[in-house]
T-cell receptor, first 117, second 113 residues
């Protein structure tokens, strides 16, 4: 079974509008971390935001916020006031057993976001 | 701090040849990861080191793939007897500590003809 599911292959949004990118995850581990990365057409992977499973509040980083719904196992990324430079591929990722050394970050298949003027 | 660097940026090889890629992580980072990414897909985990110890290896990684991280500094990923299905972007990432974000290199694009 897939650990990270991103069901939206592509999303389209107008500049200055907000957009939500969906991510659901599957784990029975009580300690895990959820990450979002951005990959523009240039190819570099850019870290956006992190949410720990024990964090009480939803994470925010500037225009990025993470809508963390633990019971539903979802960790949607919300981008407010979209900009043309936000056009990129966005990946949700999860690492289980956050306090143990031997676990890796696993990525979803990604969502392509296109922002138009 | 110059970030994670990977060498070469591009590699073209013929099927059956061996190739080796190098990754230099951020100097104080003790964790190093290798991922493989094909067009339009998410990065696929290959293997992971903490210092010089290889702690996890994907079941998808065939015995033609081997990775090392001598002295816990740079890492190499070798692919023996390359196949056309090995064509992909190979990404290296490093992090400091268990809860830290990953910093990625620009990747090595491998094309197997």
């Amino acid at each position: 079974a897939q650990k990270i599911t991103q069901t939206q292959p592509g999303m389209f949004v107008q500049e200055k509008e907000a957009v939500t990118l969906d991510c659901t995850y599957d784990t029975s581990d009580p300690s895990y971390g959820l990450f979002w990365y951005k990959q523009p057409s240039s190819g570099e992977m850019i870290f956006l935001i992190y949410q720990g499973s024990y964090d009480q509040q939803n994470a925010t980083e500037g225009r990025y916020s993470l809508n963390f719904q633990k019971a539903r196992k979802s960790a949607n990324l919300v981008i407010s006031a979209s900009q043309l430079g936000d056009s990129a591929m966005y990946f949700c990722a999860m690492r289980e057993s956050m306090d143990q050394a031997g676990t890796a970050l696993i990525f979803g298949k990604g969502t392509t976001l296109s922002v138009s003027s | 701090d110059t970030g994670v660097s990977q060498d070469p940026r591009h590699k073209i090889t013929k099927r059956g040849q061996n190739v080796t890629f190098r990754c230099d992580p951020i100097s104080e980072h003790n964790r190093l990861y290798w991922y493989r990414q094909t067009l339009g897909q998410g990065p696929e985990f290959l293997t992971y080191f903490q210092n010089e110890a290889q702690l996890e290896k994907s079941r998808l990684l065939s015995d033609r793939f081997s990775a090392e991280r001598p002295k816990g500094s740079f890492s190499t990923l070798e692919i023996q007897r390359t196949e056309q299905g090995d064509s992909a972007m190979y990404l290296c990432a490093s992090s400091l500590g268990l809860r830290e974000k990953l910093f990625f290199g620009s990747g090595t694009q491998l094309s197997v003809l």
